[in-house]
């Protein structure tokens, strides 16, 4: 379900956070602080935020570019923003006709989850 563009840098964010325990246990190795910080960068920016907040509570998990795009900038900003999220690999997307549906990578909110939350 990813429509890439040729040479597309992808993380798997969603596969590395599962991996890792939540910050407040150990450190994390080089390799690991690298993609959740590519993560965090990809949050980050507001827009972005709104529109992965947008897809993740939609039923479904999954949201057509047209009902999301009301963020208060242009379309073309909003494809940007959402390449940028799809190339962090927090989003994957599938064309269907002339539109286009994102939902969030398999795996990216119980990551985040389990990688912010503190084990007592």
């Known amino acids: 379900m990813s429509n890439l563009a040729p040479g597309s840098a992808v993380l798997d964010v969603g596969t590395s956070l599962q991996c890792c325990r939540p910050l407040g246990q150990e450190e994390l190795s080089a390799a690991d602080a690298e993609k959740i910080a590519a993560m965090f960068k990809a949050l980050s920016d507001p827009v972005r ?12 998990g999954e949201a057509c570019v047209c009902e999301i795009q009301d963020v208060g900038v242009s379309q073309p900003t909003v494809s940007h923003h959402l390449r940028k999220l799809r190339e962090a690999g927090l989003l994957v997307s599938e064309r269907r006709a002339s539109w286009v549906y994102y939902s969030v990578a398999p ?14």
């Open 49 to 60: 935020l709104r529109l992965f907040s947008k897809i993740a509570a939609r039923p479904g």
């Open 107 to 120: 795996g990216v909110l119980t990551g985040m989850a389990g990688l912010l939350s503190r084990a007592v």
